[in-house]
């Protein structure tokens, strides 16, 4: 196969190459409206999957189509990285440690909402710093998430703070790959680019903040959620060293899979030295074809985010031969005429690549030559189009649930139990950075708010 994909044709035309995502759309439908976890959403995407090979007109293609899709860089480098996150995350709940830094915490009155703002601000810095808003999940929530929730905010709003976080580091992080992309594909500078590009992200952040502060749901108990101060364990704070070791070498630019491994590697050495672990609570070969402890524990519970992963990545495959890239960008070019049905074109086209997607630099490297060409012959400034083109990732592929900015927080706050646990399908509502740079494009859009700062050029 080359390495462009052989080219799917369906029965029944544009029908038929829609009918996968039409499978999916009303299959994620039934899971959020039944509030299921994970596991709906792996039954949709692989009730998309079987459907397209009815439709397909040459099945070996359409096979080829799936393992085209799962030989995407991408795509290993997610899975590993939520095999790997899931471990690090344990090393940090099973120590103790999360419920020593909760007892803190709450004996310091920093709760509720005010701990959902902070949750916000903290992950904004983070992100912003390590250019990785799915890097980013994997450090701040086996952390902050379930302290959070034990101060007494409720675990939607602490995922929603999160992610928020996490979209605006993605979104102005000049070492982010979706600023590089945006930057690079419009031939713009990437300073000016960053620069540029604070007057949609500081509004959208500011107006989270303030809807954190005032729209948290806290919970009936204050924070406490069954926390006794007997429980703590201040030797326990040495696991710290797990999302220690991660952040600084994600901010060193290492790769984020040998960022997590490095870091499970510290995690286990400083479990075993001060002895908050032993190796058979790590690793156990008790017998009788079994394994046990912390490690495996961890691995086996990512196997529904993996096969969720795995089929969102193959019906990408069959959806990229089947020639959704062209049909969007067909749609880019038949409507972008002026100046601002150009940008509103960017807008939908980017937005719908993204959600489709789920990986906004995928969306942004597949449109960008076609918007740079469009915008200089429209007149929509090269700084312009690079800031509607990522910001509007960050709405839309954000805010898609099946999508990892909510499949992936949601399996993670899963593993701090069933009081801890939120739907894929409820990020999207509380994830106030995303709503809010909604707004701000549909405004700059119609009113042309940033549209002459943008005139760096």
């Keep these: 196969m080359d390495q462009k994909g052989k080219k799917i044709e369906f029965r029944f035309g544009k029908a038929g190459k829609l009918a996968p995502l039409i499978v999916a759309a009303l299959m994620i439908g039934w899971a959020a409206f039944s509030q299921s976890n994970v596991n709906g959403y792996v039954l949709a995407f692989f009730a998309a999957l079987v459907t397209g090979i009815i439709f397909a007109k040459d099945e070996k293609a359409y096979g080829e189509a799936l393992v085209y899709g799962l030989g995407k860089p991408m795509f290993g480098v997610i899975v590993l990285a939520v095999i790997l996150a899931a471990v690090s995350g344990k090393l940090i709940s099973a120590s103790g440690a999360v419920?020593?830094?909760?007892?803190?915490?709450?004996?310091?009155?920093?709760?509720?909402?005010?701990?959902?703002?902070?949750?916000?601000?903290?992950?904004?810095?983070?992100?912003?710093?390590?250019?990785?808003?799915?890097?980013t999940y994997f450090v701040v929530i086996p952390i902050l998430f379930p302290v959070g929730v034990m101060a007494g905010a409720a675990p939607e709003f602490m995922i929603g703070a999160i992610v928020s976080g996490a979209a605006f580091g993605?979104?102005?992080?000049?070492?982010?790959?979706?600023?590089?992309?945006?930057?690079?594909?419009?031939?713009?500078?990437?300073?000016?680019v960053v620069k540029t590009r604070m007057r949609y992200s500081l509004p959208a952040a500011a107006g989270a903040l303030l809807l954190f502060l005032l729209f948290?749901?806290?919970?009936?108990?204050?924070?406490?959620?069954?926390?006794?101060?007997?429980?703590?364990?201040?030797?326990?704070?040495?696991?710290?060293?797990?999302?220690?070791?991660?952040?600084?070498?994600?901010m060193m630019r290492k790769h984020l899979i040998t960022a997590l491994s490095l870091g499970?590697?510290?995690?286990?050495?400083?479990?075993?030295?001060?002895?908050?672990?032993?190796?058979?609570?790590?690793?156990?070969?008790?017998?009788?074809?079994?394994?046990?402890?912390?490690?495996?524990?961890?691995?086996?519970?990512t196997a529904g985010t993996v096969a969720m992963l795995i089929a969102v990545f193959s019906l990408l495959g069959v959806l990229e031969c089947g020639g959704l890239f062209e049909d969007v960008?067909?749609?880019?070019?038949?409507?972008?005429?002026?100046?601002?049905?150009?940008?509103?074109?960017?807008?939908?086209?980017?937005?719908?690549?993204?959600?489709?997607?789920?990986?906004?630099?995928?969306?942004?490297?597949?449109?960008?030559?076609?918007?740079?060409?469009?915008?200089?012959?429209?007149?929509?400034n090269r700084y312009r189009r690079a800031n509607l083109m990522d910001c509007t990732g960050c709405v839309f592929c954000f805010l898609a649930p099946w999508t990892v900015h909510c499949v992936i927080p949601a399996q993670l706050s899963a593993q701090f139990g069933e009081g801890f646990a939120v739907a894929p399908a409820s990020v999207p509502f509380v994830n106030y950075y995303s709503i809010c740079m909604l707004v701000i494009l549909v405004a700059a859009v119609i009113t042309g708010y940033g549209r002459k700062t943008s005139r760096a050029d």
Aim: charged share 10%.
């Design 99 to 135: 419920q020593t830094i909760a007892a803190y915490v709450v004996a310091a009155g920093f709760t509720g909402k005010l701990f959902v703002a902070a949750a916000f601000l903290i992950t904004c810095l983070l992100a912003f710093a390590t250019g990785t808003s799915v890097g």
């Design 264 to 301: 499970i590697l510290a995690g286990i050495a400083a479990g075993l030295l001060s002895g908050v672990y032993t190796m058979d609570q790590l690793i156990s070969f008790p017998g009788g074809f079994s394994v046990s402890g912390a490690v495996i524990e961890a691995i086996t519970g």
């Design 329 to 380: 960008r067909g749609l880019l070019e038949r409507f972008a005429r002026r100046e601002r049905s150009s940008e509103a074109t960017i807008v939908l086209s980017v937005g719908i690549l993204s959600m489709v997607t789920g990986v906004i630099s995928v969306a942004i490297v597949a449109l960008g030559d076609l918007i740079n060409e469009i915008g200089e012959k429209t007149g929509v």
């Design 216 to 250: 948290s749901r806290t919970t009936d108990e204050g924070g406490a959620l069954q926390m006794e101060q007997g429980q703590t364990n201040p030797v326990s704070l040495v696991m710290l060293a797990v999302p220690i070791v991660i952040i600084v070498l994600c």
């Design 170 to 192: 993605d979104n102005l992080g000049p070492i982010s790959d979706t600023t590089i992309a945006s930057s690079a594909t419009q031939h713009a500078d990437l300073g000016t």
